[in-house]
């Protein structure tokens, strides 16, 4: 016999002593993972996060990391729930601590019911719903490393839950097969002592249960993931960056996926060099896209205006942080949208969109292909941090909702009919066909000074006011095809919700919630924020008494976009937001409601 | 026959030292027989920069400092194509100066000609990175191109030119070009190029120019012997002109090559959605 007992508070029994007790049944289950920088909190929320999608329940994937590479506390949950959920739950079930930190964090979070599981090699816990096992001494001395106590924990916590063992251990399969060998059989390992030292302590098993779901046919992915997928599938062959958080997985993901699309994939030297690189692929006619956030955003902010001036299709992914400066690199917020509806000197158009889900990343990232390409403009992808970051249950990502449209390019055979080509040609549509260098008898000037139909330099008043206009009405021009906005909820509700961005997860959630307390609500989320699509907008506002915009920043900057286009509507709109660098949940977004105007 | 954008004439004061590589550009691009469509310049900002303007060819005007990274982009996404970035010293040293030293290391085989004329002309004649002690009150030490260049170990190819000189211009062009042309890496030329309004260095670098071949132990693909003999000559009061560097083995090290090999490149992808159907099934199922 092994039994661990370094630390092991009697567990208060939950019913009757005797009685063979039902443990009580979870459908919506939340595990906070806490410890210092490198030890694995990211894994056990990964295993259990596979293990609820066994069990059909949409998965939430957060994490709370510092901006360093070890060290420093860390901590991961994870959220299985039978609802479809994209935000964290508010109140923990069970905490696992690798450091006294995640006590001190988690412990203000755990529900009633809830548990704490501690790693007791370095330090004790003196609550009484609290059980230590030496887990990095556990592990530490049968497998030479006390890097698996994060898998020992995972086995411990599989009988707190009394998770299925086969199930359980086809995870570690799972998860670890890739690396194989003596890696997937220390996990295996790991597995098994977490769960003898839970067995052989009494009390411990089956403390609670999992309902199963029926989200089965469901892939899990970040937005940055899904986003990367779409840029590639919507013929996006052409990527420069610079490394940032929460930005840099998107190029790494393209560095994976492109090169079998003969697609080119650079790490600039920074983000002026990434954004004017795409400028110069775009120009020789290929499908391109930079992603940042907010300080390599302000880099690249001359380099936008130049793409609206010279009408050179490019897509920037934003992956909104914490601003400005540094600011917190690793936290949530949705603040540069104020910088990116007014972005850059001089006036030039731009189409911001704002996907909500991974699925919306993947779909839009493709459309923002299309509409730079079309329009010939910048587009701005805004994403947010929990959007990028957290990984989530989401639908199968549907190659035959996506299209090409590439716009009036001419090939080398349209080229040859013309008899005059005009890189900058007017037209009724306010678009002009681009034929890229190359195309065989044909050449340009392109330009960011102001130009004639030719690309020549022009400082002449008549052409520039066309030029101008010229540019300018695409937002106009284009409205009907820029991504539509989402509704959800009754058109009768006469309390309104506008929110953008991943801020829709914990909005939809609380929809359930206000509507299980009838209050009744309907929902707005605009895929399309710049242009501000007002013919969406103002029949929503129309329809209901008042209006909370829900956002994560100070000032309200989308309610201030919408009262700087639709004044008429200003009495209506009140703020809801917050920026201490997490996300919504839920509870937050009823308590903001009902709090009333 | 397509009407395309045609040449204006030059925006340049009489004399300027760019009509020199305007001019050896024409001869040159003649000699190499590149058409016109495949002939990209980018363009900086600064009097230079302004050259794409008075050649037939593909033009497209960079924002101050950035051509190197548009140039680089554009060889990157279309390897077929010529592509030359043509901008100041302002534009390349100052501004510029952070894509400057990456051009070197990145090495796509583009042609880089930097018109040197030792201050910001267009803006009427402030101090430039290489202005000289004194020159419009510059307590600063001018910096030295072709020294940074050969610091770089990169297989480059390396020179400078002097506007007063277009024989040996023309000729170290056509070098650039087929060393583009070959997929080789990234040809960086200095130009000196006077401006005859504000700085005019003429008959100065006339007399104090020298042709780094005549020197002895002259071996461009030595880099410590020309880091020398540069050095060498600028401590006696003397220009260094000529090809500074050559790398000994002529290999397609060009950035593009290694990331493309002979495929067509990200511009001339069929991106259609039907031929790349199955892959993109294929990709989709990576994520579980």
Known sequence: MTTPAAKTTPIPEMSGAAAPRTPPQLSDVSVMIGGQGGDGTLTVSDLLGRYFRKRGLYVYLSRNVLSRIRGGHADASVRGSRAAVAAVKTEVDVLVAFDKEAIEIGKGELAAHGYILYDSTTFQVDLPNATGFPFATLVGGPLGQPIFKNTAAYGALSVIFGFDPTETRAVIEERFKRRGGEALEKNLKALEIGRKAALETPGLADRFSIADGDAHDFIMTTGNQAAAMGFVVGGGRFFAGYPITPATEIMEYLQRYLPAFHGVVRQAEDELAAVNMIIGASYAGARVMTSTSGPGLSLMTEGIGHAGAAEIPIVIADCQRVGPSTGQPTRHEQSDLSHLANLGHGEFPRFILAPGTPEECFLLTAEALNLAERWRLPVILLLDEALCQNATTSRRFELDKVHIDRGERLTGEAAAALTQYKAYAFSESGRSAYAPPGTPGIWAEITGNEHDEWGHVNVNPTNRVRMMKKRMEKMVKARDELPSANHFGSTDAKIGIIAFGSTIGPVREAHGLLTAKGTAVQILQPRTLFPVPVHEIDPFLKSVDVCYVIEHNYTGQFARLLRETMPWHHTKLRSLTKYDGTNFRAPQVVAGIQGGP | MVESAKPVPPIWCPG?????????????????????????????????????????????????????????????????????????????????????????????????????????????????????????????????????????????????????????????????????????????????????????????????????????????????????????????????????????????????????????????????????????????????
């Open chain 2, 16 to 288: 300027c030292g760019d009509f020199g590589v305007l001019a050896a550009l024409k001869k040159a691009a003649l000699e190499m027989k590149v058409a016109t469509h495949d002939l990209v310049l980018v363009g900086g900002i600064g009097c230079s920069g302004s050259i794409h303007n008075f050649l037939e060819i593909n033009g497209i005007h960079a924002l101050h400092g950035r051509l190197l990274a548009q140039a680089i982009g554009v060889k990157l996404a279309n390897p077929a194509l010529t592509v030359i970035a043509a901008g100041g010293d302002g534009d390349g040293y100052a501004i510029g100066m952070g894509h400057f030293m990456h051009a070197f290391k990145k090495n796509a085989s583009i042609v880089y000609i930097a018109m040197n004329n030792e201050t910001y002309g267009l803006t009427k004649g402030q101090a430039s990175p290489t202005s000289q002690i004194g020159f419009e009150g510059n307590i600063e030490r001018p910096f030295d191109a072709i020294l940074t260049a050969l610091s770089i170990p990169a297989p480059n190819l390396i020179a400078r030119t002097f506007s007063g000189d277009p024989k040996t211009m023309i000729s170290v062009l056509v070098e650039a070009l087929k060393f583009q042309k070959e997929g080789r890496g990234f040809a960086f030329i200095e130009d000196l190029s006077p401006c005859v309004t504000y700085n005019d260095t003429y008959k100065l670098w006339r007399e104090k120019v020298l042709d780094v071949s005549k020197v002895e132990g002259y071996d461009p693909t030595d880099r410590k012997a020309m880091f020398r003999i540069c050095l060498e000559t600028m401590e006696a009061g003397r220009i260094p002109i000529g090809i500074m560097h050559r790398p000994k083995e002529s290999m397609r090290e060009g950035l593009e090559s290694k990331l493309l090999g002979d495929a067509a490149g990200p511009a001339r992808s069929d991106i259609s959605l039907e031929p790349n159907m199955g892959a993109y099934q294929k990709l989709l199922a990576g994520i579980a």
